[in-house]
């Protein structure tokens, strides 16, 4: 099959779109997200029934050939090497961040000054004070923004903050959050911008626990009030990317915070990336007055639930499966029971996204979720040096 069949089908595709109108996205990266990101462009209009038609448009990446490749793979229509020249054109609507972290901002910044849409991956940014001032320019140009926080539209999540916001678990007490992966266990891993603090900020702290902050203040709608952390880096030097030498590891393997909110709940946040035998273990567990409800990634589409007010012999957690039509996003797929996974969360994220672009409001994670993400990641980072606990900046 010739390398550029789908590009052309995708272009023959468009071409022959005479309604909805298209919203066309300049993607920014093409690796791990970039795959999942288009992945969601290209299901979202299938499943989900949405005023406009997202049209992967444009690849932009740094090596034209791969950026080329990357176009015909995920079925985008063209690429590009000149982020400059994509922000210069009038159809493209949205650019989508999904680049190393150092990034975002710049590019963020620049495609706000273009007067594009964007969404942007976690976390927002590498400082507070850029995230404030991405928060800021997309308030001044009026443009909707997204942060891809895509584990609050799992559809089990989505029921939960559904449950507790509306009290069947009574006031939030505590907190328990972990997100575990093994991949750094291994000391003859390669470093990579993962590793090096200049690239991404911090290690499992602005990686995950930038996930489990967002989650928590998601389901509960508590904000954090000061935090008290502690890091370590187990393998301070690895192999370097080019197989030759060692490259020194500036960024923790493993991050732990305990956390006060506002109004008197309490937390506990563990992240790390040394834990054998753990993968993808992102599970948050709410415990309130009444009840206490706990999600688990691997387990993606069950939900544990307690509630005090069964007859005390009957009391136990119980496991709702969250794939029935009633439930968030399910009816969306397919007859009840049918599940989804991991890459089902950003085509829900992408469709309520497109959604609130097209009604003009708000989207949730926005620019001010990823300030206040940014300020706890911060704060807890400060912490981990002085010893001391640390206000988080409001
Ligand atoms: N939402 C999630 O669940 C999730 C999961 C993984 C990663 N992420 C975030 O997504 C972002 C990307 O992570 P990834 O896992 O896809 O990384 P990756 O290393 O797999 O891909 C990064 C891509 O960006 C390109 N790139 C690097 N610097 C660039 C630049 N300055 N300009 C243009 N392209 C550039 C690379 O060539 C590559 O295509 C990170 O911010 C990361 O924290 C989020």
Redesign the pocket.
Do not use: Q
């Given at each position: 099959m010739p390398k550029s069949t789908l590009a052309s089908r995708a272009k023959s595709r468009a071409s022959s779109m005479s309604s909805p109108e298209p919203l066309r996205i300049a993607m920014?990266?093409?690796?791990?997200?970039?795959r999942?990101h288009s992945n969601a462009m290209r299901q979202v209009n299938r499943f989900f029934d949405l005023p406009r038609m997202v049209v992967p448009q444009i690849v932009?990446?740094?090596?034209a050939e791969?950026a080329a490749a990357?176009a015909d793979q995920f079925g985008f229509l063209e690429s590009a090497i000149d982020?400059d020249h994509v922000l210069a054109r009038e159809d493209i609507d949205v650019v989508d961040v999904?680049?190393?972290?150092?990034?975002?901002y710049a590019?963020t910044m620049a495609a706000l000054e273009a007067g594009k849409h964007v969404l942007c991956?976690?976390?927002l940014a590498m400082t507070l004070q850029q995230t404030k001032e991405m928060a800021a320019l997309a308030k001044k140009k009026k443009l909707r923004v997204g942060l891809?926080?895509?584990?609050r539209r799992a559809p089990a999540v989505a029921l939960a903050q559904k449950m507790i916001l509306r009290g069947d678990i009574g006031k939030v007490r505590q907190v328990r959050a972990v997100y575990l992966q093994d991949w750094l266990a291994d000391a003859s891993v390669p470093a990579?911008?993962?590793t090096d603090k200049k690239l991404?900020g911090s290690g499992a702290h602005?990686?995950l626990n930038?996930?489990l902050i967002d989650l928590t203040r998601a389901l509960t709608g508590l904000e954090f009030e000061s935090v008290c952390g502690m890091q370590q880096t187990f393998t301070t030097e690895r192999p370097n990317g080019s197989g030759k030498g060692k490259s020194k590891v500036d960024v923790d393997d493993a991050f732990c915070f305990l956390a006060k909110f506002r109004g008197g709940a309490i937390g506990t946040y563990e992240a790390t990336r040394a834990a054998p035998g753990r993968k993808n273990y992102n599970r948050v567990e709410i415990s309130g007055e009444k009840g206490s409800i706990a999600w688990n990634l691997e387990r993606m589409n069950e939900l544990e639930v307690f509630l005090l007010d069964a007859p005390r012999d009957a009391q136990g957690f119980r496991t709702v499966m969250c794939m029935d039509s009633v439930h968030p996003y399910a009816a969306n797929w397919w007859p009840d029971g049918h599940i989804v996974g991991y890459e089902h969360t950003f085509v829900h994220h992408l469709a309520d996204f497109v959604a609130a672009l097209c009604a003009n409001k708000p989207f949730a994670p926005g620019f001010d979720d990823g300030v206040a993400v940014q300020a706890v990641l911060e704060a807890a980072l400060q912490s981990a040096k002085s010893g001391a606990w640390a206000k988080v900046a409001r």
């Open positions: 920014v990266g093409h690796a791990f997200m970039g999942a932009v990446g740094r090596d791969r990357a982020l999904a680049t190393p972290n150092d990034s975002h590019i991956e976690k976390p891809w926080h895509n584990y990579s911008w993962r991404c602005g990686d930038a996930h």
